[in-house]
């Protein structure tokens, strides 16, 4: 049996990994709070864009890892059509999940079926990468640990939808994506560390590509669509922000113009008017 090395590279894949999961999970939660502030095709824009958050995201974190995995006695290709699926897979599944939520009438319902759909995602993504895996030798799997880095899945997509649902503040946040980074990477070194591989030393050229033909650059441009999306995101007006810049900027009512005086008459004018003095009348001497 070959000896696995999960981090031939020291702490870097691992430490990189983990802020890469910490990133989709922080975009993923961000573009849903904004999802639930909206409705119609604003709503939907939203949601879709933490769905490609989230599963670019895990999928980036997964492989990035998997840049520190080795085997002795084999080297390890990848095959790219089943490598692209799981990216499809990751992206699809977990849209299905926060579109759960995003249009449930009744939110706990949507929060169930949608952690429930998402950690399935996210497990389908890893072992469907898994698969891709291309070596001299054969892959088991202890069920067991399997079993548990499923639960640990869900649980994590869960928790994660449940943030979304009620934590705003961006400081709450940015606690929650770190959590969920974390729950995300405990699932994959735990499905990790279920993996057995009996190698078998040949010398035919092992099908696929080399992570480094591959998986790296796919990563670095997973990675900086990642950090597109957060300058997107972070320069994009909440509801909140977009109702104080209509009011600001909507004219006030101009002022009332001022009346005119009318024309003032005494009441001796209008009532009693001047009549002619006949001069053959005398007038009374005092």
Known sequence: MGHL?????????????????????????????????????????????????????????????????????????????????????????VGGGVFAVGYARDKLRGLLLGGLTTGLGVASMHYLGMAALRLNGTVTYDPPLVALSVVIAVVAATAALWAALHITSPVAVTIASLVMGAAVSSMHYTGMSAVRVDVSPSANELPGATAMQFIFPLAVGLGSYLFLTAAFVALSPTARERAEYASAERPADPPAPPREPGPTHTATSASSPTLPTDPRVPTARS
């Open 5 to 93: 090395d999960h981090a031939t590279f020291g702490w870097l894949t691992p430490v990189l990994s983990y802020t890469m999961a910490c990133i989709g999970a922080a975009l993923g939660l961000r573009c849903t709070v904004r999802a639930l502030e909206t409705t119609g095709a604003s709503r939907r824009n939203w949601l879709l864009t933490a769905a490609s958050a989230i599963g670019t995201g895990i999928w980036t974190m997964h492989f990035v890892a998997m840049l520190g995995f080795g085997v002795t006695g084999t080297d390890i290709h990848y095959d790219v059509p089943l490598t692209v699926l799981s990216l499809l897979v990751a992206m699809l599944v």
